[in-house]
């Protein structure tokens, strides 16, 4: 399984940015997808998942700090997740992973220690 992702950049607030992650290696339509972010000195946070039918029911959750601004869609025929994030603000900064498994249960979508494959993160930075 790789994951390769990228779009990070900087951005002033307000901005957006799009970032996109390629698997390769699985059948993409099986697998739950999240993005996860860690600012320096802090842990590594959940942002948002895209769950699939058969685990989770294609539902989608964001964390609150990124709801409504934030939206994640995956385009299975291209391999491909993609966060969208608008309205930017400094405190979104931070390194922004992309990570994937297919046998998470629904209780530990937003843990990062559930998720067994992870892209090597693209810097997000959002001045003021």
């Known amino acids: 399984v790789q994951l390769q992702a990228s779009g990070g950049g900087l951005v002033q607030a307000g901005g957006s940015l799009r970032l996109s992650c390629a698997a390769s290696?699985?059948?993409?339509?099986?697998?739950?997808m999240a993005w996860f972010r860690q600012a320096p000195g802090k842990e590594r946070e959940f942002v948002t998942v895209s769950t699939v039918p058969a685990r989770g029911g294609g539902r989608i959750y964001y964390a609150d700090s990124v709801k409504g601004r934030f939206t994640i869609s995956r385009d299975n025929a291209k391999n491909t997740v993609y966060l969208q994030m608008n309205s930017l603000k400094p405190e979104d900064t931070a390194v922004y992973y992309c990570?994937?498994?297919?046998?998470?249960?629904?209780?530990?979508?937003?843990?990062?220690?559930?998720?067994?494959?992870w892209g090597q993160g693209t810097q997000v930075t959002v001045s003021s």
């Open positions: 990570a994937l498994s297919r046998t998470i249960t629904m209780s530990s979508l937003t843990r990062s220690t559930a998720y067994a494959h």
């Open positions: 290696g699985i059948t993409f339509n099986q697998y739950v």
